[in-house]
Structure formats: C-alpha cells, structure tokens
C-alpha cells in the first residue's frame, strides 16, 4: 500500500530507436514516460475503447506517438504496474476492467514516478503511519478495535487459502482504520492519498517477497496489540519496525537492496 516503475528513459532514448525494428514518427517536443503515458492515455480515451481492449501493436502506438519502441514499452511495463492496462505473453496489451482505480490522481501527479518521488512517497507513508500508530493507542474505541481484529483475521483467512488480492486489500483497510480510530482527519486523508498512489507497487511487494505474509502477520499483530493496549510509543515502536520491513520487501521486489 507501492515502487519505481524502471529506469528513467531520457527525451533522447525516448525518441532515438535502439533498433531497426523501431517505426520512426514525428517527434514531440516531449518525450519523457510521463509526457508520452499522457499522450497515450489522451489518445485511448479519444478512442474510446472499452474496459477490456485489444491495444494496438507497440510498432503502431510508436508511429502514433512519434516516439521509439522502447518509450512504448516502458510506458506499458508501467502502466501495467498501476494496474492500467494488462499484458499477455503472446496475445498482447488490453485495459483492465477497472483501468480508472488510480486515475486521475496518478496521471496528475505524473503518473510515472521516477526513483527519488517514490522514495520520498515511501517516506512520507512511513512517517505518517508512525505517527497515526501512535494517536490511535491514545483515541482507540471498542468498535474500531473490533474493526481491526477483524481485518487481522481476514489478512489470516486470506493467507491461508492464497488469495493475494484479497490479502492485500485487507492489509490496506488495516491501515486505513488505524488512521481512522487516529480521528484525525486530516493526517488520514494524507495517508489515503499516499497509499493509493503507492498500492500497485506495495501488492507487487507481497507477491513477489520470500514468506512476507507470514512476517506481515507478525508486523501487524504487534501493532494492533499495542493499540488496543494504549500504549501510543510501543505502537509507533511496532509501526515503524513494519514499514521498516515492508519497505526492505518492496525494494528487493525491485531489484534495490536498500531505500
């Protein structure tokens, strides 16, 4: 609830095929990943196409697009990270069934984040879900604990019979009910925001990490026990040893040893 999408291709790499194959076209003044995602989103919009479409080919989207084969594939590879669009090996590029779920907030902000604007989203969600840890210890309700313990055995049951998706969207709802039983507002906005834009990344974490949903269970037991028992420093404590460890998870499923 995460994450970059892959090197950063330059106006130059952009424009410039690195091989023959590549269709040249007329160029954009801009040809960075995020200036050529928008110009693709613009254009499937403007076509129309409906949830579950065919793509065209990446030489036809190049030729359209003005730019190389590998600003196309990037922009894919990424798209498809944000859960726009869907890749099947020897069939091809479709939109998903939901391709609006992080649109447009992800387009705005520049769809593509680059290596450092990941990182400091990580760091922002870090230091946020410390501090909401902590001032749910000291406002938590009956009802929200319930709540939580709830979520907690949904993440169990979902580990159990290997749903991914709906551990995942569990573990996200945990987090946001810790910001909730904060009743702070305004902290919980920033929170959901964050994560939202961070949560195709954090479900790639979990499914590519070695064992990381029974280290998850662990994580979060820690944090829910010491907010039920009120204690705001030992739930910071236990939150920050989880983002500590989600983010070591994150980074290794793409390929970096270190934030």
Known sequence: MGEGVGPTVTADSAATPPGAGDVPGPRSTDNSIAAVARRLLQQLSADDLEPGSKL????????????????????????????VVDSRHGSGTYLTDNPSMLLPQA????????????????????????????IAAAQRDPEGLLRLQELLSAMRARAVDGDVDAFVEADAQFHLEVAALSKNTVLAGMLNSVSSLLSVWMSRAVRAGDGPVEATMVEHQAVLDAI????????????????????????????RTTA
């Open 56 to 83: 065209p080919a990446e030489r036809q989207l190049a030729t359209e697009l003005g730019v190389g084969r590998a600003a196309v594939r990037e922009v894919l590879a990424a798209l498809e990270l944000l859960g």
């Open 107 to 134: 387009i705005e902000w520049g769809l593509l984040l680059q290596r450092p604007q990941t990182l400091q989203l990580v760091e922002a969600r870090r230091h946020l879900e410390v501090s909401l840890a902590g």
């Open 228 to 255: 039920a028992d009120g204690r705001p420093a030992q739930a910071e404590k236990a939150m920050r040893e989880h983002m500590r460890a989600a983010e070591a998870r994150l980074f290794k499923s793409l390929g």
